[in-house]
Every structure is written in structure tokens, then in C-alpha cells.
């Protein structure tokens, strides 16, 4: 009993910590995350603490950035060696794409309706005489299966979302490095909606990027990528300046966004030491489950695959704008993709945020069929 009224007290203080989402029902943090109060002060101290001495602060943000490597290493669970910090998931991707030595005939896989950053990057390998190789995806229960089964000796990449973007399916990385091994492809990640939402188990994937302003709560214009040593020795940069000047084969080029590492150093001590990311993991978990059994009670049709998600439901309304835009009005916020609703709660939502968005969202369609 005491141990969960502890816990009971540990969520109590999310009101405080998020006062937006404690006046709303913000199911959304797909799209972006909400900032925790303190969180632009930790950015400040960068300017406050570090640059107002010039050169001589430099000890100080660095000191942030390694921090933000530790803990995205006991994470994930990488070396911290294996972490840079980029612009954006599209440039980690483009950096790691751009970086390989494609010859005639290496085939680059990817999944017809992936994120268009993904489909981008995979562009470039084709422009530089690999063969692009888009794989229809049938049905979301067989999106993992349609990727491992198009892997053959001819593979030199694997491209894929952790999560999907639009109908919220996790698949599993590790699997899927595994195969790409037997051939001696490379697996190219992008977590970008998995990193912080549920457990990452890496496997021997190559390279994982994902920017932090969605499921990390941190902000824009910062990325964390992650190049496995026996990737990163095999690389030759398209990308060089003073930080990885020729012959080197390190991605990061120059200085990166140090306010913005000092934002993400500060939210991952927060998370980490203020609830714990099993707990956060656990609780995402519990809410989506919670979703989408009731989504189902209420006769709506999920997409998202129960036993394959992470923060994303998806489900299928008619007119989801329209719908998006209608719960919008009372300040329910879930967003329209690619002809699906997404619902993308996040730990700081509660039980009665599921509860208030599905009899909402019940209400609506009960009168669209009037």
C-alpha cells in the first residue's frame, strides 16, 4: 500500500510540472512534446552559466553534452562513444545514407509508406546508383514480416521507422538487424516516435536517429544519432569540416546546438530520477492499452496493432480532419494522418484524458450519423 501511494504521489506533481496539459486534453506529443516548467531555465544556463565566459565556458557545455550521452546510453543501451547529436532525424539520415559507398547493384529497402524524410534519404543512395526497392505494405500485422522477407544477398540497406509515423506499428529492430547481418546490410532506424515512448532494445542495428522534441519533451533543431562502431569505421563523410577533416570517417563536422543539449541533459535527469523511464514506459503502455480497448467498445476500428505499438493509436473515422478539428474545439488535441486519427499519449496524460477523448470522440461520430 505505501509503495503505490508513493507512486500515486510521484504522477500527483505532473500538474505542476505540466500546466498546459493539466488545463487540456493533450493527446498529441507524436507531433510534439510538451516542455516540462523548468525546462527553458536549464536551456538559459547555457547562456547564463557557459557562454557568458566566452571560450572559457567551454569545459561547462561540454560537460552537458557528455551527460546527455551518458543517459541516452543507459537508454538505449550503447556506448556513449556510438551517440552524436545532429540538426534533425532528416540530416542524421542523410548523413548516415550519404556516408556509405554504394556500388552497382546494392539494393536499399524501405516500406512504400514511409516517412517521407526516410523515402528522401533512400533517394540519395538511388542517385548514387543504388537500386531503391519500395515495399508494399499489406496489412500493419505483416509490416515487420513484408521488410524481413525482402532482405536478400543483394541488400545493402534496410531503411525503416521504429514506429510508424501514421499508424502507429513498432516493429522489432533487433529482429531485423539480425537478418540484415546474415547479408552484411545495414539497418538505418528512425525512432524518432519510439525514442522516450517505449523500451528501445537496439540489437546490432547500425545507426538509430531520432529528434528529441516529440517523445523526449526537448526542443527543435536537435537529434540524437547513434552509429555503431563497426558502421562508423566503414563511413567516409559527405559532409566535412574542422571536427572530421579527411581521412576521418566521424559524421559530427562541427559545433552542435549545446542550449539545446543543455535542455535535453536537464529533461532526461528529470525523467530519469523523477520517475524512472520503466515507469514512463509502463504508463504509456497502460494508457494507450486502456485506448484502445475502449476505442473498440465504442465500435471504432483501431489500425495500430495492439501487441506492436508504442505511444501511437491510430484509428480509423470518417472525415479525421473534420474530427481532428472538432475535438480541437473542446480543447481535445489528437491529430489527422495519412486518412487515420492519431491518438498519442504521453506520460504526462492521465486515465481520465482516455476517458474524456473517447466519449468525446463517441459523441462526434454518434452525431455525424444523425
Same mark, same amino acid.
Not at 514506429?163 to 529492430?173: K, M, S
Not at 547479408?183 to 523500451?199: I, K, N, S
Not at 536537464?266 to 475502449?294: K, N
Given at each position: 500500500?505505501?509503495?503505490?501511494?508513493?507512486?500515486?504521489?510521484?504522477?500527483?506533481?505532473?500538474?505542476?510540472?505540466?500546466?498546459?496539459?493539466?488545463?487540456?486534453?493533450?493527446?498529441?506529443?507524436?507531433?510534439?512534446?510538451?516542455?516540462?516548467?523548468?525546462?527553458?531555465?536549464?536551456?538559459?544556463?547555457?547562456?547564463?552559466?557557459?557562454?557568458?565566459?566566452?571560450?572559457?565556458?567551454?569545459?561547462?557545455?561540454?560537460?552537458?553534452?557528455?551527460?546527455?550521452?551518458?543517459?541516452?546510453?543507459?537508454?538505449?543501451?550503447?556506448?556513449?562513444?556510438?551517440?552524436?547529436?545532429?540538426?534533425?532525424?532528416?540530416?542524421?539520415?542523410?548523413?548516415?545514407?550519404?556516408?556509405?559507398?554504394?556500388?552497382?547493384?546494392?539494393?536499399?529497402?524501405?516500406?512504400?509508406?514511409?516517412?517521407?524524410?526516410?523515402?528522401?534519404?533512400?533517394?540519395?543512395?538511388?542517385?548514387?546508383?543504388?537500386?531503391?526497392?519500395?515495399?508494399?505494405?499489406?496489412?500493419?500485422?505483416?509490416?515487420?514480416?513484408?521488410?524481413?522477407?525482402?532482405?536478400?544477398?543483394?541488400?545493402?540497406?534496410?531503411?525503416?521507422?521504429?514506429?510508424?509515423?501514421?499508424?502507429?506499428?513498432?516493429?522489432?529492430?533487433?529482429?531485423?538487424?539480425?537478418?540484415?547481418?546474415?547479408?552484411?546490410?545495414?539497418?538505418?532506424?528512425?525512432?524518432?516516435?519510439?525514442?522516450?515512448?517505449?523500451?528501445?532494445?537496439?540489437?546490432?542495428?547500425?545507426?538509430?536517429?531520432?529528434?528529441?522534441?516529440?517523445?523526449?519533451?526537448?526542443?527543435?533543431?536537435?537529434?540524437?544519432?547513434?552509429?555503431?562502431?563497426?558502421?562508423?569505421?566503414?563511413?567516409?563523410?559527405?559532409?566535412?569540416?574542422?571536427?572530421?577533416?579527411?581521412?576521418?570517417?566521424?559524421?559530427?563536422?562541427?559545433?552542435?546546438?549545446?542550449?539545446?543539449?543543455?535542455?535535453?541533459?536537464?529533461?532526461?535527469?528529470?525523467?530519469?530520477?523523477?520517475?524512472?523511464?520503466?515507469? /514512463?514506459?509502463?504508463?504509456?503502455?497502460?494508457?494507450?492499452?486502456?485506448?484502445?480497448?475502449?476505442?473498440?467498445?465504442?465500435?471504432?476500428?483501431? /489500425?495500430?496493432?495492439?501487441?506492436?505499438?508504442?505511444?501511437?493509436?491510430?484509428?480509423?473515422?470518417?472525415?479525421?480532419?473534420?474530427?481532428?478539428?472538432?475535438?480541437?474545439?473542446?480543447?481535445?488535441?489528437?491529430?489527422?494522418?495519412?486518412?487515420?486519427?492519431? /491518438?498519442?499519449?504521453?506520460?504526462?496524460?492521465?486515465?481520465?484524458?482516455?476517458?474524456?477523448?473517447?466519449?468525446?470522440?463517441?459523441?462526434?461520430?454518434?452525431?455525424?450519423?444523425?
Amino acid at each position: 500500500m505505501a509503495s503505490a501511494l508513493a507512486a500515486d504521489a510521484v504522477w500527483h506533481r505532473l500538474s505542476d510540472d505540466f500546466p498546459f496539459v493539466a488545463r487540456c486534453v493533450y493527446l498529441n506529443t507524436a507531433a510534439a512534446g510538451v516542455s516540462w516548467h523548468g525546462q527553458g531555465q536549464a536551456a538559459a544556463a547555457f547562456y547564463d552559466d557557459a557562454k557568458s565566459l566566452g571560450f572559457n565556458g567551454m569545459a561547462r557545455w561540454r560537460e552537458m553534452a557528455a551527460r546527455a550521452r551518458a543517459s541516452i546510453a543507459r537508454l538505449v543501451g550503447c556506448s556513449e562513444s556510438e551517440i552524436r547529436f545532429v540538426g534533425s532525424t532528416t540530416e542524421g539520415l542523410n548523413l548516415v545514407v550519404s556516408s556509405m559507398a554504394w556500388r552497382a547493384g546494392d539494393e536499399i529497402v524501405f516500406a512504400d509508406d514511409e516517412f517521407p524524410s526516410v523515402v528522401a534519404a533512400c533517394e540519395r543512395a538511388v542517385s548514387a546508383g543504388a537500386i531503391g526497392r519500395r515495399i508494399p505494405i499489406s496489412s500493419e500485422h505483416e509490416r515487420e514480416d513484408a521488410l524481413a522477407t525482402a532482405i536478400t544477398p543483394a541488400t545493402r540497406m534496410v531503411a525503416a521507422s521504429h514506429v510508424h509515423w501514421a499508424t502507429g506499428t513498432r516493429i522489432d529492430i533487433a529482429r531485423l538487424a539480425s537478418l540484415c547481418d546474415t547479408v552484411g546490410a545495414t539497418l538505418l532506424v528512425d525512432g524518432v516516435q519510439a525514442l522516450g515512448a517505449a523500451p528501445v532494445t537496439l540489437g546490432s542495428a547500425h545507426a538509430y536517429c531520432a529528434s528529441v522534441f516529440k517523445w523526449l519533451l526537448s526542443g527543435f533543431g536537435l537529434a540524437v544519432l547513434i552509429v555503431r562502431e563497426p558502421l562508423q569505421r566503414q563511413l567516409a563523410p559527405v559532409a566535412r569540416g574542422y571536427n572530421n577533416p579527411a581521412p576521418a570517417t566521424e559524421l559530427q563536422y562541427s559545433h552542435i546546438n549545446y542550449p539545446g543539449i543543455c535542455a535535453l541533459a536537464a529533461t532526461l535527469d528529470y525523467v530519469e530520477h523523477t520517475f524512472g523511464w520503466q515507469r /514512463v514506459f509502463e504508463r504509456v503502455e497502460s494508457l494507450t492499452g486502456e485506448l484502445i480497448t475502449a476505442l473498440e467498445a465504442q465500435g471504432v476500428c483501431v /489500425v495500430t496493432p495492439p501487441g506492436a505499438r508504442a505511444g501511437i493509436v491510430s484509428c480509423d473515422v470518417p472525415d479525421p480532419d473534420d474530427v481532428r478539428d472538432a475535438l480541437g474545439a473542446r480543447e481535445i488535441y489528437v491529430e489527422s494522418r495519412e486518412g487515420c486519427l492519431r /491518438v498519442s499519449p504521453h506520460f504526462y496524460n492521465s486515465h481520465q484524458d482516455i476517458q474524456t477523448f473517447v466519449e468525446a470522440l463517441a459523441a462526434e461520430l454518434s452525431s455525424r450519423r444523425l
